[in-house]
């Protein structure tokens, strides 16, 4: 074939011909768009596509009458649909942005932005909090959650718009370590319940023990994202305080705990409640993990209540509020911030807009730029605020201060994790605070070893219900899902032993077969084939979904564990019966989207993240090459003893020594020898006994020596 094809001559005649080019060609009789009369083009924005055909060339080029072809819409008729969108409209339309994507989801997204909430306003207002869970089947598909905490309660005024308004909250504009930071959680859950059952958000509020509260049904006009008070003529409905309106409680069948302060919220939903991964149980176990100071009640649709016993019986230290720090203030935010000031000069303008900028600071800046301290903030250019930017970056500002973030602490996390995960070994690490984007972040790891798999645990009862509410269609696929840290390879094994197919769906399995299941489940050693599983938690709150994305699973993935004694495929999680809890607090925590389950990989992140799971992995692999340690030299004091017996025997026979002290020189000797098999380590790996015995010391534990002796003299 020949290959000029693109030869140039011919390349300048693929070209598309120029306007002039086109004109000179056209035939005479023949109109374009571009020479259309004005009033043919202004067509009435009702005018109907036909009437706005446009004239183009005919395609064959032989000067004969060219095909109207009819333009599907003018700029003009598509400004007549051009309009706002409300930001409720928006988020209606796309709630999987904000975790409504399926109706498990949906129910746990809707009982997790309400306890978000409940714990967020108790700690603020300095309540160890207390938080009454319930769950309601009321339909097939349908179902009613309760939330209500001992917190300070919300003024009158401020019910509908909280629970009524998209975007309207306390938490956007400040910079302090919350759980709740958008403004859209608790009234895109109200939302979706208007929206699926028709039902509007029911809240109860009461702000102390004489006053009324106030009990409000609420729904949300998503066109004007407005809130409409339902009840009470769009009034609410005042509860008379000192048992006077127990009656009224009663009448509109309002399920209230008695508390002097508080708020209940309750919203109808569709919804599917199904236990096991991403479950509401499991994010009602996390939360109770990392926030030992809470009480939490939990009633779930089968009426079963769960009590989470409060562990720690002070509030974690309030974190403070902070200004922006200077280095991570965008151009065009100064801009602004310099535009909406009330400060009158520039100098108090930037000695109070930010964190750790001094007045010598300003000064500083105010030289560099070559603007007077006294300039008025309101009347900086452009230049000159371009000029302020960069000179902040090249200036020599204290990092930001690091109240506003108050971690869990190594000794909180090592006591959550111990009391929810069974181990053998427990490691924590805090790392120090440091900045992304401005923005101060602390990480946290809590590591836990050994022990028994969650799937050891689960009861016959358990498992039969967990496999008919299961949606999985194999079992395999089943076991996957529902046990965290469960892997193909562990799953295998199980139904290998278990003798059930690896493809019948686990809606169908007979009685028997879950029988052989759970036994199965109970009996087979999975630590190999399990993988890591690692919790993550972003500010005490735990993340359950999109863990693919998040910067937390990244980092651990891309950790060489192999170098702390586990076994890890490239790129994967390290195998083993290992779990990691993984917090990140800020002031500000970068969610890749808005149902807040994925943090953003930001490569200070990362860093602070990958150090801290080195900080354990360390820990992890001295424990377990000690471990390994400890069992080469028990076996090879096992063989010491077993031989030293009949050793001493015959060398008394031989040379007349006295048995019984040749004996125990050997086995002074064997114990020496073997010292490290005696070792016990703590929590964090370290040896117990933190004195050094030195080469001529043995610790064989008493016991042990004794039953070999007395196994010896039977023989
Ligand atoms: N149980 C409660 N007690 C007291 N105040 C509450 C309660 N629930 C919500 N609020 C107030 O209502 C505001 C709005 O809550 P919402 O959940 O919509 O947003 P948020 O918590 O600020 O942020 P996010 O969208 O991230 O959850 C909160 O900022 C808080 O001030
Ligand atoms: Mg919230």
């Keep these: 074939m020949e290959r000029r094809l693109l030869s140039l001559p011919e390349k300048r005649i693929l070209r598309f011909p120029g306007k002039d080019e086109f004109l000179k060609k056209r035939p005479k009789n023949q109109r374009i768009a571009l020479l259309r009369p004005l009033e043919e083009l202004s067509v009435s924005a009702s005018s109907t596509p036909k009437e706005e055909s446009a004239v183009v060339p005919s ?154 509260a106030h009990y409000y049904e609420i729904q949300i006009d998503t066109k004007r994202n407005q809130p409409e008070i339902v009840n009470g003529k769009g009034e609410g409905v005042e509860i008379p305080p000192n048992g006077l309106g127990d009656k009224l409680i009663e009448k509109h069948g309002i399920e209230w705990i008695d508390q002097d302060h508080g708020t209940r919220v309750t919203i109808e939903l569709e919804a599917k409640y199904q236990r096991g991964r991403g479950s509401v149980d499991e994010y009602l176990e996390q939360t109770a993990i990392a926030n030992p ?68 600071i300003a000064k500083k800046l105010c030289t560099s730029i070559k603007v007077s301290t006294r300039a008025n903030p309101k009347k900086i250019g452009r230049h000159e605020a371009d000029q302020l930017y960069q ?43 440091a900045v992304y984007r401005g923005n101060p972040f602390q990480i946290e790891v809590g590591l836990a070893w050994g022990g028994a798999s969650p799937v050891a645990k689960v009861t016959r009862e358990g498992l039969a219900e967990l496999l008919e509410e299961s949606d999985a269609r194999t079992l395999r696929q089943f076991l996957i899902t529902t046990f965290q840290g469960l892997g193909t390879e562990a799953s295998d094994k199980i139904l290998a032993a278990a003798n059930v197919g690896t493809r019948v769906s686990p809606g169908r399995l007979k009685s028997a077969d879950i029988d052989q299941l759970h036994t199965a489940l109970q009996s087979i050693n999975i630590s190999e084939g399990q993988s890591m599983n690692v919790l993550r938690y972003a500010n005490r709150v735990p993340l359950q979904f999109q ?54 990989s930001y490569p200070e992140i990362q860093k602070e993240l990958r150090l801290a799971l080195q900080a354990v992995g360390r820990k992890l692999g001295m424990f377990l090459r000690r471990r390994l340690r400890v069992r080469h030299e028990g076996e090879r004091r ?22 019984d002290k040749l004996y125990q020189q050997l086995l002074d000797v064997a114990r020496k020898r073997t010292a490290e098999a005696d070792v016990e380590l703590d929590d964090r790996g370290k040896p117990i006994e933190e004195e050094d015995y030195g080469d001529n010391v043995i610790i064989v534990s008493q016991e042990e020596a004794e039953t070999v002796e007395t196994a010896e003299e039977q023989e």
């Design 391 to 433: 000179t902040i970056q090249q200036t020599k500002i204290p990092a930001p201060a690091t109240d506003c973030i108050v971690p869990i602490g190594e000794e909180l996390i090592l006591k959550g994790l111990r009391q929810v995960v069974p181990g053998e070994f427990y490691a924590a690490a805090t790392r120090p605070p």
């Design 638 to 659: 096992n063989l010491f003893l077993r031989y030293g017996g009949e050793v001493a025997t015959a060398v008394s026979r031989i040379n007349s020594a006295d048995r």
């Design 59 to 212: 395609a064959n080029g032989d000067g004969a009458a060219p095909a109207r072809r009819s333009r599907r819409a003018t700029a003009a008729s598509m400004a007549a649909s051009q309009r706002d969108i409300s930001v409720s409209e928006f988020f209606a339309k796309n709630r999987h942005l904000l975790g409504f994507d399926n109706p498990r989801k949906a129910l746990l997204t809707t009982v997790k932005e309400a306890v978000d909430n409940a714990l967020d306003a108790c700690e603020e207002a300095g309540i160890l909090p207390e938080i009454w869970v319930h769950i309601q089947r009321v339909g097939t598909d349908r179902y009613k959650v309760g939330v209500q905490d001992n917190g300070p309660g919300i003024l009158k005024k401020q019910i509908p718009l909280i629970f009524g308004k998209l975007l309207y909250g306390s938490k956007f504009h400040r910079m302090r370590m919350s759980r709740g930071q958008q403004g859209i959680g608790i009234s895109a859950a109200g939302m979706h319940g208007l929206l699926t059952t028709g039902k509007p958000t029911k809240i109860m509020s009461k702000v102390s023990r004489r006053e009324p």
């Design 293 to 360: 100071h809470v009480a939490i009640h939990y009633s779930d649709p089968d009426d079963n209540q769960r009590d989470y016993a409060r562990v720690a019986e002070h509030l974690p230290p309030e974190p403070k509020e902070i200004k922006p720090h200077p280095y991570g203030v965008e151009l065009g935010r100064l801009v602004s911030m310099l535009h909406e000031t009330k400060a009158p000069t520039i100098a108090q303008f930037l000695a109070h807009s930010f964190s750790r900028v001094s007045p010598s």
């Design 547 to 600: 863990a693919g994305a998040c910067a937390v699973t990244q980092t651990v993935m891309s950790t060489n564990w192999r170098a702390y004694g586990l076994n890890q495929s490239r790129g994967g999680l390290p195998s083993g019966p290992i779990t990691v809890m993984v917090h990140m607090a800020s002031v500000w925590v970068p969610f890749t989207n808005e149902s807040k389950e994925a943090i953003a």
